[in-house]
């Protein structure tokens, strides 16, 4: 019996990943199952750790209404080749292979039954079958490109990423290299800096003369200083449906008080459209006018308290604490006034601002909490087709490196996999 152990491994690939997340995974696999020889790369110690804690350890896989407007970024036009190659009922279709439970919730978002563990475990035994090599622990030192025989390939230097067990042992990190034909670049934004992430991808792509667009946390809460911060976090815990806007978008979903701001899905979906000293603003009755209500009651019921008007004819829409609290701070002086004794612009000043609440956020929760990175490496400057770059002949971009930023709901990993695919599809 040969003693295969010793031989070192094959350090040329027909295709090297870097990234072993949702759009690394996705190309690999893909590219795999045309018979390329494809490594994945990874500096975690896992792979997936994002699919893993994504929807709450669910994982919200995708959405079965997946359109370009979901998506921003400088160039909204890139996504739409990817995503027309690759809709979502053909992932829908490989978790149903898989037998892997999932459900709907509102707005067509799927998540898994069990765990996101389901999505990962699918993704790695698709790769396995196609003979994909994963590495972990893997730090990338360098890369660059060599001619040979006309064709460019890359080289890579990559060492053991050293845990504190490594250190502490005083362990060496061993060097290997590796080289490649065509080398993708899926390492992710800077979201979640806990999972690993970090800027690698976005320093390939400027070593590669790419331009990047700035980036910033995005699907993030809002934080506030000042008076309103503390009245927002003495309601912590309250969730109520509302319609959160600015001026280029409006979302009708929950809104969450939280210790350190305004979370929930509202805050979420606008915080991708909001940029810092920017004001939001909140409609805390969605459903009710306000102002035609209170003057309404001032005419048929003079007697009442406007808390009461709010209490009885909204189905109790504001919860009893948020309800007290804003009456401290909105009408405090008249709370026990008769609707008869108020101004008329009283009450349409009051009726407003609960129509409209207008905010001004001090900044975001940033990428410790984000769910995605905004911005990235250009698109202008890289294939919608193919996701290959078009300044270096064999670089491939996917996922959220790119300047490709989905709503909350699934798309960010739509994106991922339809931009895996279609890059898997040339590499």
């Given at each position: 019996m040969s003693n295969h152990h010793n031989t070192p491994p094959p350090t040329h690939y027909d295709v090297i990943i870097i990234g072993a997340g949702a759009s690394g995974l996705y190309c690999a696999l893909t590219a795999g199952r045309r018979g390329r020889r494809v490594l994945v790369l990874d500096h975690a110690n896992k792979a997936g750790k994002k699919i893993l804690m994504s929807g709450g350890g669910r994982c919200n896989f995708t959405n079965y209404f997946v359109e370009p407007e979901h998506f921003i970024g400088t160039n909204p036009h890139f996504c739409k080749s990817a995503l027309s190659r690759y809709p979502s009922w053909e992932f829908i279709a490989m978790v149903e292979g898989h037998k892997i439970p999932y459900h709907e919730r509102e707005h067509g978002q799927l998540f898994c039954d069990d765990s996101a563990q389901d999505i990962l475990t699918m993704?790695?035994?698709?790769?396995?079958?196609?003979?994909v090599q994963v590495r972990l622990?893997?730090?990338?030192?360098?890369v660059n490109t060599v001619e040979r025989d006309n064709t460019t390939r890359f080289q890579l230097a990559t060492s053991?990423?050293?845990?504190?067990?490594?250190m502490a042992s005083g362990a060496k990190s061993s060097q290997v290299s590796y080289s490649c034909e065509s080398l993708v670049v899926a390492t992710g934004g800077l979201s979640i800096p806990t999972m690993g992430a970090s800027g690698l991808g976005y320093e390939?792509?400027?070593?590669?003369?790419?331009?990047?667009i700035a980036t910033d946390a995005s699907l993030v809460p809002f934080t506030f200083t000042d008076k309103t911060g503390e009245l927002i976090r003495s309601l912590a815990g309250i969730s109520l449906p509302v319609i959160a806007s600015n001026e280029r978008i409006s979302f009708k979903l929950p809104l969450l008080f939280t210790h350190r701001g305004l979370s929930g899905p509202a805050m979420l979906q606008l915080s991708n459209y909001w940029h810092t000293g920017e004001s939001i603003s909140i409609n805390l009755l969605p459903d009710t006018d306000v102002t035609a209500l209170l003057l309404a009651h001032k005419k048929s019921h003079p007697r009442q308290l406007i808390r009461t008007v709010l209490t009885e004819n909204t189905n109790?829409?504001?919860?009893?604490?948020?309800?007290?609290?804003?009456?401290?701070?909105?009408?405090?002086?008249?709370?026990?006034?008769?609707l008869a004794n108020i101004k008329d612009e009283r009450l349409l000043e009051l009726g407003t601002t609960l129509n409209g609440w207008q905010l001004k956020p001090s900044g975001t929760e940033g990428y410790r909490t984000a769910e995605v990175t905004r911005g990235g490496v250009k698109t202008d400057e890289v294939s919608s087709k193919t996701m290959q770059s078009k300044l270096q002949e064999g670089l491939y971009f996917v996922g959220e490196v790119l300047d490709v930023t989905g709503w909350l709901g699934g798309y960010n990993f739509q994106w991922a996999w339809a931009s895996g695919f279609v890059s898997g599809e040339v590499v």
């Open positions: 993704l790695l035994d698709e790769c396995r079958a196609v003979g622990n893997t730090k990338i030192d360098s053991k990423a050293l845990n504190k067990k490594d390939l792509a400027q070593q590669f003369g790419h331009t990047l109790s829409a504001l919860p009893k604490k948020l309800l007290a609290a804003l009456q401290t701070q909105l009408w405090d002086d008249i709370k026990d006034t008769e």
